[in-house]
């Protein structure tokens, strides 16, 4: 009697611990799941854009970018500036707060992808920032001529080190 009691407390002790660890991985993956939209596609989300954790990619607006530390506010918009659409395309509003600066690629016309929450308010609130190097850096485009300026030889460097220039002593 006293061996069975004891198997039903076991199994009990086993279920609980078991459900609660399933319900804890099955709400630490809807909290970190995110979707990738556009600015675009954000604006015809609804509802929903207020409940998901995002991550939304556009281009820095150029002379958007205002910096107080690892406190960041800039305007994404869906296009380059450079871009005929770019005057027409849609732009969103970021508030970047993260526990680092943003990545030194971060500048005017980088493309960017921001983590993080849509607030009511109409801003994107990003915990997380992540940029593209600038399009310069990219190769050309066939039958266009090479951007790439040549590498220059490092002054510093040589093909005889000091070492080996001095004479040895016997």
Known sequence: ???????LRIGIAVAIILGTIGWLASSGY???KSYYVTIAELAGMGDKAYKSNLRVEGFVQPGSIEQNGTHV???LNEFESHNPKAPNGRVLKV???GSEPPPDT???DSQALAVGTYGRDGMFHANELQAKCASKYAPGQPGQPNQAQPMTPNKT???STPAAAAPTAN
Do not use: G, Q, R
């Open 73 to 75: 506010t800039f305007m």
């Open 30 to 32: 809807k909290s970190s």
């Open 1 to 7: 009697m006293k061996s069975s009691k004891n198997n």
């Open 95 to 97: 508030s970047y707060k």
């Open 157 to 159: 460097a040589s093909t």
């Open 106 to 108: 971060f500048k005017d």
